[in-house]
């Protein structure tokens, strides 16, 4: 019994103190807001007179005197823009102020309880139930702003005010158009984008979206980049239904060993106008990616072609490395080489 | 003798690397060899795992399938290649290549 009597007496004491220090810092904040000058007071102002927005309501929508009509119609905007304005502020700031209250509560809280533990002469017990009650009130800080997206509300409200400057920016562009042009319902629809700009759920949509095409924009250039490294992927349809298409006539050629035959297949190709120069450049090709004997093996085929002494296997070098470079072009999105390829093996 | 080196994304599957060396090398070459690799590009800033496949030339006589297996000594009815470590979807595995 006098051993939880101590234990209680403990914690009032830390109690009490945590109290006082509360009340002192509370006493002694020096942050303090700005008194709102005479002239921007919420009261007695047009923007909160309904039955001066009716008149400027109607005065914008008279056509017959333009400039008066734009005249109401900018009043107008200019008091949604305030009214929007004065929402927004006012969210932001008890936001903040309740954020701030929190975060000052939890610190000193958590100060306050781990101060205890040193400070209290009670038992063994009574230092274990603050060290219990302390662990679990930083668990519990961690979650709240964890699970409430309490440190990301910056982000969001830069977010915010962001949006709500392009939509601003696209209001004040149009301010000058006639109200033909720009009437006050696609401006009020307007200054309703306005406000939506300012509210959490149109930041968090508005930060996702970014987020997602800024991914998007860096995949693709890796892509970019892959491709121009000459780095391969799997294998496309198109790829794959080209080389089905190819795999049967170039197998028939090579098997045949005939050297008439592989003379006048390559003979279509230097006559057509797609293949002809591909064949000029295969030994400078980069994509084929040749080593240094590949690439020579195929300059000596290349030779022995030009002047008359090629074997078969010189034809059917050239032939394959035509086949590899037709097939690069179509991965990289050119189908025609690889259809002038099939046609020239059909003997066409 | 490689005459034909050939740069692979080390993010695709084995079977899809498989398929696409299967296509790289039809009518005259045989997949000889497979070295993984780090490149460097510089252009986005970032390193990418890869694999480089060197193939030789081979008009006769081609494998023209291939089998890319965790290592193994042999595979029935089938020839042994070569034994390689190779990145497969972005991790460094040893794998044995067959052909026939």
């Not at chain 1, 047009?46 to 900018?74: C, M, T």
């Not at chain 1, 929190?102 to 000193?108: C, E, K, V």
């Not at chain 2, 496949?53 to 081979?58: D, H, T, V």
């Not at chain 2, 081609?62 to 290592?71: A, E, G």
Request: glycine content about 6%; proline content about 4%.
């Amino acid at each position: 019994m006098l051993k939880t009597e101590k234990v209680f007496r403990t914690l009032n004491y830390v109690t009490m103190w945590m109290l006082l220090v509360g009340i002192c810092l509370l006493a002694t904040s020096t942050v303090r807001a700005q008194k709102k000058p005479p002239i921007l007071s919420d009261r007695d102002i047009s923007a909160f007179s309904k039955s001066e927005i009716q008149i400027l309501q109607r005065d914008a929508g008279d056509v017959a005197h333009p400039e008066k009509a734009k005249l109401a119609r900018n009043k107008l905007i200019a008091i949604g823009v305030e009214q929007v304005d004065a929402a927004f502020n006012d969210y932001r700031k008890k936001s903040r102020k309740r954020h701030d209250l929190l975060q000052f509560i939890f610190d000193f809280l958590e100060i306050g309880a781990s101060s205890a533990i040193n400070i209290i002469n009670g038992t063994e017990r009574a230092r274990e139930v603050i060290a219990e009650g302390l662990s679990f009130f930083q668990g519990s800080r961690a979650a709240f702003n964890r699970d409430f997206k309490f440190l990301e509300r910056q982000i969001l409200f830069d977010k915010m005010v962001a949006k709500r400057s392009q939509k601003l920016t696209a209001i004040y562009e149009k301010v000058n158009s006639e109200v033909d042009v720009y009437p006050w319902e696609q401006a009020r629809s307007e200054v309703r984008e306005y406000f939506y700009a300012g509210t959490m759920d149109e930041a968090l949509s508005s930060l996702s979206v970014d987020t997602g095409a800024e991914a998007k924009l860096s995949l693709k250039e890796l892509e970019d980049a892959k491709t121009a490294a000459n780095v391969r992927g799997k294998a496309s349809k198109e790829l794959l239904t080209a080389n089905t298409d190819i795999n049967p006539l170039f197998k028939a050629l090579m098997d045949s060993q005939d050297l008439p035959k592989i003379k006048a297949v390559y003979a279509l190709v230097k006559k057509d106008p797609l293949l002809e120069p591909i064949v000029k450049g295969l030994p400078n090709n980069q994509r084929l990616g040749l080593t240094p004997p590949g690439k020579k093996g195929l300059e000596d085929s290349l030779t022995a072609i030009g002047n008359g002494t090629a074997a078969f296997i010189d034809y059917n070098r050239v032939l394959f490395y035509l086949r590899v470079a037709v097939m690069d072009l179509l991965e990289a999105g050119d189908s025609k080489p690889v259809a002038a390829f099939i046609k020239v093996l059909g003997g066409n | 003798m490689i005459t034909m080196i050939r740069i692979y994304d080390g993010l695709m599957s084995l079977s899809d690397t498989q398929e696409r060396c299967e296509l790289d090398q039809a009518g005259g070459q045989q997949l000889k060899e497979i070295k993984s690799a780090i490149l460097d590009l510089k252009t986005v800033n970032q390193k990418v795992e890869v694999n480089y496949a060197g193939y030789e030339e081979k008009f006769q006589g081609l494998l023209t399938q291939l089998s890319f297996d965790p290592v193994s000594p042999s595979k029935p009815g089938w020839t042994k290649l070569f034994d390689c470590s190779m990145y497969v979807e972005g991790e460094l595995k040893p794998i044995s290549v067959f052909g026939k």
